[in-house]
């Protein structure tokens, strides 16, 4: 799979979400030929509520992985050592924490983390929060590295 093509569909998305809350209803990745209705994925891809975390993958590429990630309550603080992260809240709202920086967080906002970068995701909504998250390079589900909480 290319990305190179799809980075920029991915930055138009981050643009759209920051600017219009209102357009989350309606909000579609385009990505390797397919339209993905992120409304309409939550819904068929709930998470359940004896869970306080679901990852689904999206897609992945030579350089980077597409996921979603949704969070009733929050995360534990963490950091991943080979991998750096975008963020971008498609449901929901809270806290995000950056090496230990509080910073209020809803539809449309944007993360970039850096490699080793200790952060975390606290939902202050009623319903799971919910992110497009870019791991860079693709992730493999074992970078993941507990960090002191402050």
Known sequence: MNFRRRIPTFFALAGILAGCAA????????????????????????????????????????????????????????????????VV????????????????AGVGSVFEIKRG??????NKSKIPAAALVTFTPPYDGKDLIPVPAD
């Open 89 to 104: 809240v498609i449901r929901g709202r809270g806290t995000m924490v950056l090496d230990r920086k509080k910073v209020p």
């Open 23 to 86: 357009a989350t209803a309606d909000l579609t990745l385009h990505l390797d030929g397919r339209d993905i209705n992120l409304r309409k994925f939550l819904r068929e891809h709930a998470l359940p509520n004896d869970q306080d975390t679901r990852v689904d993958l999206i897609a992945t590429g030579p350089t980077t992985s597409i996921h979603v990630v949704q969070l009733r309550h929050g995360e534990r603080p963490h950091m991943h050592a080979a991998h750096a992260l975008r």
């Open 117 to 122: 970068a200790g952060h975390y995701f606290l």
